[in-house]
């Protein structure tokens, strides 16, 4: 058998990624982070997130900018890492908090 074509195991951690990658080539660790926090936290403030993420205010805006609509619309199809207990945010992030409509 090829290694090659052995089928690989994956981490829920890895798994996660691969599904930012499979939502966009180009996704930063940054954004997936932001992502991941929003919707663990649903109601996150920007500093919060900007804390978090070890970044600037204005950074952490921007990547929530970034995500925007097209992040919680891709939460709310699923597969997404959502565990029991773990709510989702189905509502794109806003200017002030995170993950509120």
């Given amino acids: 058998m090829n290694a090659m074509n052995r089928k ?4 829920t951690p890895l798994e996660v990624l ?3 990658r499979e939502w966009d080539p ?4 940054k954004a997936a982070c932001a992502f991941l926090y929003v919707a663990e ?3 996150i403030s920007i500093s919060e997130l900007a804390f978090l993420l070890r970044t600037s ?3 952490a805006t921007r ?8 992040a919680a619309a891709w939460w709310r199809s699923g597969p997404g890492p959502a565990t029991a207990g773990s709510a989702r945010s189905t ?3 806003s200017a002030g908090r995170c993950g509120t409509g």
């Fill in 18 to 20: 691969e599904l930012f």
């Fill in 91 to 93: 509502s794109p992030p």
């Fill in 41 to 43: 936290n649903e109601g």
């Fill in 57 to 59: 205010l204005s950074t």
């Fill in 8 to 11: 690989r195991q994956r981490s």
């Fill in 63 to 70: 990547v929530v900018a970034a995500l925007g609509g097209r």
């Fill in 26 to 29: 180009d996704v930063s660790l």
